[in-house]
Nanobody, 123 residues
Framework: QVQLVESGGGLVQAGGSLRLSCAAS????????MGWIRQAVGKEREFVAG????????DYSGSVKGRFTISRDNAKNTVYLQMNSLKPEDTAVYYC????????????????WGQGTQVTVSS
């Protein structure tokens, strides 16, 4: 069974940056896609970013494209989300997720989830 542990969340002012990390264990990390999903209070979960098993392809939601960057280090079993130019509407719990295959770019493609880390952006 896979374990996903997120870190790096916190409180930041609008326009600031945060870098989220997710350490994976319990499954062969480098054979699965990874992603980040977020959920704001009172809203449904939203796909934020995904990265293929080898890092060769990435995809982003329109609301974060150009501001967020997903990356992975297969040697460290870790996926990252660099978040720049943060906006108050980015406030949410951010979940790391592992895909069920080598590519995963929508909510239904993800099979395993972490516990989440809170990101709060103040105006």
């Amino acid at each position: 069974q896979v374990q996903l542990v997120e870190s790096g969340g916190g409180l930041v002012q609008a326009g600031g940056s945060l870098r989220l990390s997710c350490a994976a264990s319990g499954r062969t990390f480098n054979t699965y896609a990874m992603g980040w999903i977020r959920q704001a209070v009172g809203k449904e979960r939203e796909f934020v970013a995904g990265i293929a098993w080898d890092g060769g392809h990435t995809d982003y939601s329109g609301s974060v494209k150009g501001r967020f960057t997903i990356s992975r280090d297969n040697a460290k079993n870790t996926v990252y989300l660099q978040m720049n130019s943060l906006k108050p509407e980015d406030t949410a719990v951010y979940y790391c997720a592992m895909g069920s295959s080598r590519r995963a770019f929508s909510l239904t493609d993800f099979a395993s989830w972490g516990q989440g880390t809170q990101v709060t952006v103040s105006s």
